[in-house]
């Protein structure tokens, strides 16, 4: 076999329920000269007997076996094994369109791009309800430096996700997934985009998420949340390796705002004794500078510095601030604006729905 144009990863651990869709949307690209290699990370379910399977039908399905070591061990060990030309990730209770490798390496092909990222919808596996992840305002966008890169991603026009993509294989010269974190992308997408000379994004959605009872990103773990809001830490890293942090500043700080906001939220209500000094509170898990960082450059509204000092000093008392103004609004007559929640709703014509419909009953 030559070499190939694309390995995609596949990291498996006890999904034995949804393997076999997974591996069949792989098994079924339009794109021929692909690898797919499969990593069980000591699964103890059926999961391993389910890519053998795949591996004694597929000849360009190769099945590698180890003790468990969590996802980005996994794919870590993939990309050891990978020899195509570009790598991309798969999550095995999830699938892809069938066109979606065939697609995202001719935009690489055209573009000489490093990295081509993909639309994401995620579909609900109880309900069926379907939701678009696209971040792409255009059908294609074309970021011809790590510094236009990296601002889109600051700017949240970018999925943070890695499984979306193909990335050259150079891009993993010097870099892996962070073991021992969750929210592992968040760690590894920025030092991936300033190793990226150009990025391509299509609007076009080809990657389905599949939200399920009991899976990492669906689960209110205080230490995943715990690391997601730490790779903020990175993300200081990064951007003072650029050699032009004053550039990113304001974009750092409305991001570490908001990251930080939606950390406190999230803990205040499930895991509140959690959010002391030594343990999850924000003051513990950032360093001091970058919180300073993030107050000092003049970026941040009068109350959002205000609201972020406090978060930072104690979230005991940002929560009775956040508690009071919830009184004031529905003594106020605000009942309706405080409890009021927005939902996304899925910008497309009847078309494009159906065949994302279709996709999933596919695979499902």
């Given at each position: 076999m030559k070499k190939p144009d694309v390995s995609v990863i596949v990291p498996i651990y006890n999904v034995e329920a949804y393997l076999h869709s997974c591996l069949r949307s792989l098994a079924e690209q339009t794109h021929r000269n692909i690898e797919v290699i499969m990593v069980n990370d000591g699964s103890t379910d059926s999961s391993l007997e389910i890519a053998a399977e795949f591996e004694r039908k597929h000849p360009h399905?190769?099945?590698?076996?180890?003790?468990?070591?969590?996802?980005?061990?996994?794919?870590?060990?993939?990309?050891?094994?990978?020899?195509?030309?570009y790598i991309g990730f798969v999550d095995s209770d999830d699938f892809v369109d069938h066109t979606m490798y065939e697609t995202l390496y001719d935009k690489a092909v055209i573009h000489?791009?490093?990295i081509v990222k993909s639309g994401v919808l995620l579909f609900d596996d109880a309900s069926g309800n379907i939701q678009d992840l696209r971040q792409a305002e255009e059908s294609s966008i074309l970021h011809n430096s790590?510094?236009?890169?990296?601002?889109?991603?600051?700017?949240?026009?970018?999925?943070?996700?890695?499984?979306?993509?193909i990335y050259a294989r150079d891009i993993f010269d010097d870099l892996?997934?962070?073991?021992?974190?969750?929210?592992?992308?968040?760690?590894?997408?920025?030092?991936?985009?300033?190793?990226?000379?150009?990025?391509?994004?299509?609007?076009?959605?080809h990657y389905y998420y599949r939200k399920r009872k009991g899976s990492l990103t669906g689960s209110a773990d205080?230490?995943?949340?715990?690391?997601?809001?730490?790779?903020?830490?990175?993300?200081?890293?990064?951007?003072?390796?650029?050699?032009r942090p004053e550039d990113y500043s304001a974009l750092y700080s409305e991001y570490f705002m908001n990251m930080s906001t939606e950390y406190h939220n999230s803990?205040?209500?499930?895991?509140?004794?959690?959010?002391?000094?030594?343990?999850?509170?924000?003051?513990t898990l950032i360093h001091p500078e970058?919180?300073?960082?993030?107050?000092?450059?003049?970026?941040?509204?009068?109350?959002?510095?205000?609201?972020?000092?406090?978060?930072?000093?104690?979230?005991?008392?940002?929560?009775?601030?956040?508690?009071?103004?919830?009184?004031?609004?529905?003594?106020?007559?605000?009942?309706?604006?405080?409890i009021e929640k927005k939902s996304r709703q899925l910008d497309t014509d009847e078309d494009e729905l159906r065949t994302y419909k279709e996709n999933i009953e596919r695979y499902k």
């Open positions: 399905f190769r099945l590698f076996n180890q003790k468990n070591g969590g996802l980005s061990v996994a794919r870590n060990t993939g990309i050891e094994h990978a020899k195509g030309k000489k791009a490093d790590p510094a236009k890169s990296l601002t889109a991603f600051l700017e949240k026009k970018m999925n943070i996700v890695v499984v979306n993509g892996t997934f962070v073991a021992g974190v969750k929210y592992e992308d968040h760690y590894f997408t920025p030092n991936a985009l300033i190793r990226c000379k150009r990025l391509v994004q299509i609007n076009d959605i205080p230490e995943g949340r715990a690391h997601k809001v730490q790779s903020l830490n990175e993300l200081y890293r990064v951007l003072q390796n650029t050699g803990m205040a209500y499930t895991a509140p004794m959690r959010l002391r000094k030594g343990h999850f509170a924000l003051q970058i919180i300073q960082f993030a107050l000092s450059k003049g970026n941040l509204s009068d109350k959002n510095r205000a609201d972020l000092r406090l978060i930072s000093r104690s979230h005991l008392l940002y929560f009775f601030k956040q508690k009071l103004k919830r009184i004031l609004e529905i003594v106020t007559g605000g009942l309706e604006d405080a």
